[in-house]
Nanobody, 132 residues
Framework: QLQLVESGGGLVQPGGSLRLSCVAS????????IGWFRQAPGKEREGVSCISSRGKSIPYSDSVKGRFTLSRDNAKNTVYLQMNNLTPEETAIYYCAAEKNTFQDFCTLVPLARRVDYWDRWGQGTQVTVSS
């Protein structure tokens, strides 16, 4: 069974940090770009960041620039989203998504990758709550 599983969410105080993981099972992530998205209560799902199969990443939201970092460990079939200095407004369910594409500039030069409906494989999400 091909699936993505997110983990690492939880309750954190404002200004705190979390590292989310996205693990693939049933397939290898080597040839996949990975996107992270989030959905807050009552809001649409929005793009957070993207990393190409070759490790080039960009933020999809100006609000996370300098605070969120993507990395990948293909040996562990895992992509990580390091989130620092979190704010209460970032309380949401965080999802990872995979798209088979080996273009190293996929995230930066494919505008469609910012669209939620572009990605065809999703995890179930992990809840992140930022509250004091």
């Amino acid at each position: 069974q091909l699936q993505l599983v997110e983990s690492g969410g939880g309750l954190v105080q404002p200004g705190g940090s979390l590292r989310l993981s996205c693990v693939a099972s049933g397939f290898t992530l080597d040839d996949y770009a990975i996107g992270w998205f989030r959905q807050a209560p009552g809001k649409e799902r929005e793009g957070v960041s993207c990393i190409s199969s070759r490790g080039k990443s960009i933020p999809y939201s100006d609000s996370v620039k300098g605070r969120f970092t993507l990395s990948r460990d293909n040996a562990k079939n895992t992509v990580y989203l390091q989130m620092n200095n979190l704010t209460p407004e970032e309380t949401a369910i965080y999802y990872c998504a995979a798209e088979k594409n080996t273009f190293q500039d996929f995230c930066t030069l494919v505008p469609l990758a910012r669209r939620v409906d572009y990605w065809d494989r999703w995890g179930q999400g992990t809840q992140v709550t930022v509250s004091s």
